[in-house]
């Protein structure tokens, strides 16, 4: 059984809050604001870290990930924390991970906020064995117009990061991508200058989603952006 590491921060009707690749409950969420402007709308929030990330297990094996079985974590930490049905807010790989949630136990979710994510899965885009090679040690194997790139350059010099583990997330994600389908109410939420989030209003159009574009925003500035928050927020019914 994979053990996860979760944070709960109290709260009515707490929102399940699921980061992206490469980062923490802590760092998507909690660094950014986005706990905090849940509490001012009297929201809890529950933040885990996904398998391969943070306080989690991390195994080194790609095929212990795939949106399936990140999506099963998920409502195993639903279960552990009494909570039946939940709002649930993703964002870039945490955005598939989501997906994956409400096509797993559509019934456990009542809304959903994804961000970062087009059409295009970005791993398998730019070649699994070449994302791989760059985040081991090779900075030469990534095209350098890859949105990943800069990220990955970054992960080779950070220290306590577990880069096989990531590496075998990247193998295990991209060998299952999901279609873009969604059963409950669905926001998508991107930056106009993130080239993560290539085809966003196809994306959009296939969740059924209502899309929000945030001018001048690329991936990272995205996620902390007020606008951001001013969207979600009464989208979630604060």
Known sequence: ??????????????VLLVHGFASTGALTWES?????????VGR????????????SDSPHDPDAYSPDLLAADLLTVLDEQGVERVDVMG????????????????????RLVVGGIGTVEQFG??????????????ATALDAASPLAPLLASLRRAPGVDREALAACAGGMAAHPLPLVSAVPTLLVVGEVDPVTEGADEAAR???????????????TTLSARAFKQAALPFLGA
Request: positive net charge; glycine residues 10%.
């Open 44 to 55: 809890g929030a529950i933040v885990p870290d996904l398998r391969g990330h943070g306080g």
């Open 206 to 220: 296939l969740l059924g989603a209502e899309l929000v574009v945030l001018p001048k925003r690329n991936h990272v």
């Open 125 to 138: 885009h730019w070649g699994v064995s070449a994302v791989q090679a760059a985040l081991r040690d090779d």
């Open 1 to 14: 059984m994979t053990r996860l590491h979760v944070d709960r921060h109290p709260g009515a009707d707490p």
């Open 32 to 40: 950014t604001g986005w706990v905090a402007a849940l509490a001012e």
């Open 91 to 110: 964002y870039s790989m945490g955005s598939w991970v989501a997906l994956a949630l409400v096509a797993l136990a559509a019934r456990r979710v009542r």
